[in-house]
T-cell receptor
């Protein structure tokens, strides 16, 4: 479905728990991104990875962690240090990081903290 | 870093009318300006983009204009249809000159096309 699969679609978490959101792509893209979407705030970049075994902080990285051990996978962990984790999370990829490329998005994961 | 402001936050038009969404950016090094459309419950998808060496780009009913001096760009949709109802996001980056695809997005415009 669009080359990027995010799971789970919906996730509920108790305060103090870490959760991991999965993002897998079969597009052979080098670069991958995680965005957070909140009503009225647009899409904000959490982390991005230009290539396997590399990642950099985006604009709102505090309370999040990522890994990029495989080209096709870029999981996001929302830690207990994230003060307001309830949001819609979107994973995306581009063929390369350099240049101006079109983002391909996954369908998103909605996280709710109870 | 880059800051992108987008207006209006909501826009309601009658079917067949035109819609205009405006964005301003702060970083003069930005040179790539895409627009994404997100229908309800769906993922964002690119509808049009423009690079800083071009002042205007058109694709059927959709056009984007760029004013580098004023640092603003706009999305124009003509002859609006109900299927144009969605949230539209503008974005900016300096990706054309090697800055990468680190896009800064605007806050979005909810467009509603009424019958």
């Amino acid at each position: 479905d669009g080359g990027i699969t995010q799971s789970p679609k919906y996730l509920f978490r108790k305060e103090g728990q870490n959760v991991t959101l999965s993002c897998e792509q079969n597009l052979n893209h080098d670069a991958m991104y995680w965005y957070r979407q909140d009503p009225g705030q647009g899409l904000r970049l959490i982390y991005y990875s230009q290539i396997v075994n590399d990642f950099q902080k985006g604009d709102i990285a505090e309370g999040y962690s990522v890994s990029r051990e495989k080209k096709e996978s870029f999981p996001l962990t929302v830690t207990s240090a994230q003060k307001n984790p309830t949001a819609f999370y979107l994973c995306a990829s581009t063929p390369y990081f350099s240049g101006a490329n079109v983002l391909t998005f996954g369908a998103g994961s909605r996280l709710t903290v109870l | 870093g880059e800051n992108v402001e987008q207006h209006p936050s909501t826009l309601s038009v009658q079917e067949g009318d035109s819609a205009v969404i405006k964005c301003t950016y702060s970083d003069s090094a930005s040179n790539y300006f895409p627009w994404y459309k997100q229908e309800l419950g769906k993922r964002p998808q690119l509808i049009i983009d423009i690079r800083s060496n071009v002042g205007e780009k058109k694709d059927q009913r959709i056009a984007v204009t760029l004013n580098k001096t004023a640092k603003h760009f706009s999305l124009h949709i003509t002859e609006t249809q109900p299927e144009d109802s969605a949230v539209y996001f503008c974005a900016a980056s300096n990706g054309v000159t090697g800055g990468g695809n680190k896009l800064t997005f605007g806050t979005g415009t909810q467009l509603k096309v009424e019958l």
